[in-house]
T-cell receptor
Framework: AQKITQTQPGMFVQEKEAVTLDCTYD???????LFWYKQPSSGEMIFLIY??????QNATEGRYSLNFQKARKSANLVISASQLGDSAMYFC??????????????FGKGTLLTVNP | NAGVTQTPKFRILKIGQSMTLQCTQD?????MYWYRQDPGMGLKLIYY???????DKGEVPNGYNVSRSTTEDFPLRLELAAPSQTSVYFC?????????????FGPGTRLTVT
């Protein structure tokens, strides 16, 4: 069974600074994908970034990067140059890519990020 | 670009009532999912479908039913609503195959059962 742990219920960061949101995972699968989603107060789920378990380089998407440490089973999200609009709930999620028919995402409980001006 | 649409956006049900949450996607995705999000929690999978006519249970299927008669539509049926079903419901879809890593989410339906 897959499990995602996000140990930071809430985080604060000053505008323009970088922030790291932690995510550790547990799985017996050899092939899997790790995701980060942003959920603003309006409620929609916004896909941010993806990392495959066999990807050798850390994923980057604009101001988002994923610090992937496979041996430690961690997939931390780094947001550089924080903006007020980054204030939201952030979810780490995982999906099995080993070829089974169930492509469901397993989510962590989330981290609420507040960006202060 | 409609993507994944859900109706209604909000609904209040009395205990024991039934309703159907609608979900439609226009991206020709084979895979579709229903999740629920309880306050302060991540999303949990209720049901999913890998194509028209094929559905399967997720983590928390009790009290729900689904059908998938077309590629586009994946309605979620609540029979005999209970307060424990108060939640936000998200429908999502994705491409088929192992390369299909991104799930596209609808805007959610906020359901209250009193």
């Amino acid at each position: 069974a897959q499990k995602i742990t996000q140990t930071q219920p809430g985080m604060f960061v000053q505008e323009k600074e970088a922030v790291t949101l932690d995510c550790t995972y547990d799985t017996s699968d050899q092939s899997y994908g790790l995701f980060w989603y942003k959920q603003p107060s309006s409620g929609e789920m916004i896909f941010l970034i993806y990392q495959g378990s066999y990807d050798e380089q850390n994923a980057t998407e604009g101001r988002y990067s994923l610090n992937f440490q496979k041996a430690r089973k961690s997939a931390n999200l780094v947001i550089s140059a924080s903006q007020l609009g980054d204030s939201a709930m952030y979810f780490c999620a995982m999906r099995d890519l080993s070829g089974g028919s169930n492509y469901k995402l397993t989510f962590g409980k989330g981290t609420l990020l507040t960006v202060n001006p | 670009n409609a993507g994944v649409t859900q109706t209604p956006k909000f609904r209040i049900l009395k205990i024991g009532q039934s309703m159907t949450l609608q979900c439609t996607q226009d991206m020709n995705h084979n895979y579709m999912y229903w999740y629920r999000q309880d306050p302060g929690m991540g999303l949990k999978l209720i049901y999913y479908s890998v194509g028209a006519g094929i559905t399967d249970k997720g983590e928390v299927p009790n009290g729900y039913n689904v059908s998938r008669s077309t590629t586009e539509d994946f309605p979620l049926r609540l029979e005999l609503a209970a307060p424990s079903q108060t939640s936000v419901y998200f429908c999502a879809s994705s491409y088929t195959g192992q390369l299909a890593y991104e799930q596209y989410f609808g805007p959610g339906t906020r359901l209250t059962v009193t």
